[in-house]
């Protein structure tokens, strides 16, 4: 494998050299940034404000970011599911690096889809949180995947590490339309119609700034994943390095306790053959 | 009849720990094998492996017919495993245990009755809680319980450790019996005197390597290392 | 004047939120690409599958 | 020779007599170390003291509150009672003896579930009796309270027999079960509080509806134990 050409191309293609970037992340790092800016002018600028009915007015550009963070969380989890399924299927290393990554960026977009999810509350009903059946279902599956994260940390061994916690990850992700399911009906029957009226009348650019942060969301979440899972491969990688390491040296001090243990031994052998 | 137990430069990892890093060893049947070594030369992941319970990453390893490297599981109920922990219930009696660990194990509820009363546990142990049982007479509950298994290969660690005097000479006792009755046993211990009286062969273990082949048998070739400079 | 303060409020909302998003997710981004030097520095190259 | 190898073992019988080999042992150390009725029950009785001192005991919440107490109350006492049941099995390498046993895993799973279940039901009875007195509450609609006990405790010991393996035998089980456990059993929570809310207030069918997704939550988790048990099991 050639080594990366580093002083190949404009500036922004000279990839650090340890790094995990490569030729491809770099090409998404910048179509991501570009997506950003034009997301930024789309939804802070051009955009109108909501003047239907009950306005939100400029509060529907929190929409733009919360749903399309809310949908990348979901993606990521199901990721999450897949990758588990194929590890325990093909037990490779790889899947389980994928599982992982995509669980720790499926909390850090949870985590934001909590804290918009909060801002938007406190605008329209004054308290920092409302128990709103996709906030709530979203903090249960923020606790659960937390959970998944702690869980992985709790076990040392790779294998045993990897395997239960795909059985975990599929296991969560069953949960998670349950959740959403019970906690929908939950709230049906004590919040009557307020919900239903919030989603503002969404069309024209306001309905393509969403879009575009749907996309820009997904964007995000790949080039995250990308380097994510390059660093858990390569920490793994590490990891089982330090095994080559250890069974050299694991076979050095067998020749030293074999020498040691035949030189005690040979006297007792003698005493044997005496009686 | 071929080996009982085969390995070939079998490696076994506990975590990233390679408790196993190279082992040779071939165990005929009716044989009684004993492993001596230092402390955390790795005789207990030896033991554990043969039962089954350690995965062999790396080398071949047959017990019994049973290929570990493929599926380690189809050999656990053929053998019988006396460790340090004795996988005792600490609130059930001494009774109710092997009689639960033999139903368990598929062996008949007579054999559960006669092993008690072969290691003298009938009486008026029969109904104490294990929880207040010496180490020795846990030792003999958890003996009881193999013995009631009639395994056709036995995996002793440290049998003789906390047993009294006729305690261990019951062991040396049980191990001669069940080869007798055309079992095999292959135990590790630290009481050598006593160890090479009983055992027809003695095989050492060190830095989790063993080289413990029949005459006439062949070592496959030492696995060389990597010889990559480990990174610091 | 309570429409401004309205409206001002309103950008003070939309403007947490964004400067929020950006923190959360650079902050992460950064995060990720810093460990990725430092395990990657530890690793000889033909071990990285993706340069 | 008495100690012929043992060539002739019994033949591997059915998963559900493993079930029940398993299920009577725990009911047998349960006998012998009253765990569940010396401290389990007492605890869950506690707590819904402790909801009397949080509420201010006027009435009128701790009434209307009933049922979420309830259920709030049993959630907890669960995880007491699995901790309890998993800790028998990692105590003093029964593990590996679980393993060495000719024991199908889907058993054992179901045999700790059964065990888990049957001591839920004696706290839930219990916390009915005492949500009755402490609370001056007069339950109805004793087939949907039934019903409705019954489905959520299968869904309670399921998922808690399964999340219990999946922690067993780590150092850190015990903080970490409540987080892995709890946002799945929160629909049990939810569906268990409306189904005796409606039990309580005599109410229309609605009960059974949620006595139903109790119902798919139990056996949904029944399945997925049975196949997901054995490699916790082996990694445990």
């Known amino acids: 494998m050639t080594t990366p050409s580093n002083d190949s191309g404009a500036g922004l293609l000279r990839l650090h050299p340890d790094g995990t970037a490569s030729r491809g992340s770099r090409i998404l790092g910048i179509v991501v940034l570009v997506g950003s800016v034009l997301f930024l ?11 239907s009915l009950d306005a939100m007015g400029q509060l529907v550009r929190i929409m733009y970011v919360h749903v399309p963070a809310a949908i990348a969380c979901y993606l990521a989890f199901f990721v999450t599911a897949v990758a588990s399924a194929m590890y325990l299927w093909k037990r490779t290393t790889g899947w389980d690096a994928l599982a992982a990554s995509s669980a720790e960026i499926g909390v850090v977009f949870t985590a934001l889809t909590l804290l918009t999810g ?16 996709r906030l709530t279902s979203t903090a249960l599956m923020f606790v659960l995947y937390i959970g998944y994260l702690a869980l992985r940390r709790a076990i040392i061994d790779p294998v045993s590490r990897a395997k239960q916690s795909a059985i975990l990850g599929i296991i969560a992700f069953a949960n998670v339309p349950i959740v959403h399911y019970s906690v929908d009906w939950w709230r049906s029957l004590h919040q009557t119609a307020t919900v239903a009226s919030l989603d503002p009348q969404i069309d024209g650019l306001r309905l393509f700034a969403l879009f575009l942060g749907m996309i820009l969301a997904m964007l995000l979440y790949a080039w995250l994943l990308l380097h994510r899972f390059r660093l858990e491969f390569a920490s793994q990688a590490l990891e089982a390095k330090g095994l080559d390491y250890a069974l050299q040296e694991r076979r050095a001090e067998g020749r030293a306790d074999a020498a040691e243990v035949a030189a005690t031994a040979a ?9 | 009849m071929d080996a009982v137990v085969r390995f070939r430069a079998a490696v076994c990892l506990l975590g990233r720990f390679p408790a196993l890093a190279g082992v040779d060893l071939d165990v005929a049947p009716g044989e009684i094998v004993l492993l001596q070594g230092p402390n955390g030369a790795g005789k207990t992941t030896l033991l554990r492996a043969c039962a089954g319970l350690v995965p062999v990453t790396e080398g071949e390893a047959t017990v019994l017919g049973v290929d570990l490297v493929a599926d380690r599981r189809p050999v656990r109920p053929l053998v019988g495993v006396l460790g340090h922990r004795t996988g005792l219930y600490d609130d059930l009696s001494v009774a109710e245990n092997v009689r639960f660990w033999s139903r368990a194990g598929r062996s008949r509820v007579a054999d559960a009755d006669a092993a008690l009363a072969r ?11 294990v929880a207040m049982l010496s180490a020795g007479q846990r030792r003999r509950t958890a003996l009881a319980i193999l013995v009631a298994r009639r395994p056709r290969l036995w995996l002793l660690d440290e049998p003789h450790a906390a047993l009294d005097q006729d305690g261990r000479d019951l062991v040396d006792r049980l191990m001669t019996d069940a080869v007798g009755a055309g079992a095999t046993v292959l135990f590790a211990s630290h009481e050598l005197d006593r160890a090479r009286a009983v055992a027809h062969r003695t095989v050492t273990v060190a830095g989790g390597t063993v080289s413990g082949l029949l005459d006439g048998a062949v070592a496959a070739p030492a696995a060389e290392p990597a010889g990559e400079v480990p990174v610091a | 004047m309570g429409t401004v303060l309205a409206a001002t409020s ?11 998003t950006v923190v959360l997710i650079g902050g992460y981004a950064a995060s990720i690409v810093h460990r990725g030097r430092k395990v990657g520095r530890q690793l000889p190259p033909e071990e990285r599958k993706w340069s | 020779m008495p100690d012929a190898p043992a060539s002739d073992l019994l033949p591997r019988e059915s998963i559900l007599r493993d079930a029940a080999l398993v299920m009577g042992k725990d009911l047998r150390i349960e006998r012998h170390s009253k765990v569940t009725l010396g401290q389990l029950l007492p605890f869950a009785l506690l707590v819904l003291i402790l909801f009397a001192f949080a509420l201010d005991p006027d009435r009128r919440i701790l009434e209307e509150a009933t049922p979420g107490l309830f259920w709030l109350a049993v959630l907890f006492s669960m995880l007491l009672a699995i901790q309890r049941a998993f800790s028998v099995e990692t105590a003093d390498g029964v593990i590996d003896a679980l393993r060495l046993s000719d024991l199908d895993p889907a058993g054992i799973f179901l045999g700790k579930a059964a065990g888990i279940g049957l001591h839920l039901l004696v706290l839930e009875a219990a916390l009915l009796v005492g949500v009755t007195v402490l609370y001056g509450t007069t339950p109805h609609g004793w087939l949907l309270l039934a019903a409705t006990m019954l489905t959520a405790t299968a869904g309670l010991a399921a998922a808690g027999s399964l999340y219990g393996v999946l922690a067993a035998g780590l150092r850190v089980r015990d903080t970490l079960l409540p987080i892995l456990m709890l946002p799945v059993v929160a629909p049990v929570l939810i569906a268990g509080t409306e189904a005796f809310t409606a039990a309580y207030e005599q109410s229309s069918g609605e009960g059974w509806r949620w006595c139903g997704l109790l119902a798919v939550f139990a056996a949904l988790y029944v399945v997925i134990g049975i196949f997901a048990f054995e490699p916790l099991l082996e990694e445990s």
């Open chain 3, 10 to 20: 309103a950008w003070t909302y939309v403007g947490v939120t964004y400067g929020a």
């Open chain 2, 119 to 129: 290691l003298g546990l009938d009486g008026r142990l029969a109904d104490v809680p």
């Open chain 1, 41 to 51: 002018y789309v939804a802070l600028v051009a955009s109108k404000p909501d003047e």
């Open chain 1, 118 to 133: 909060s801002i938007w509350g406190h605008t329209t009903w004054g308290t920092w949180w409302e128990w709103d059946p």
């Open chain 1, 267 to 275: 006297p007792a052998l003698d005493a044997e053959e005496v009686r």
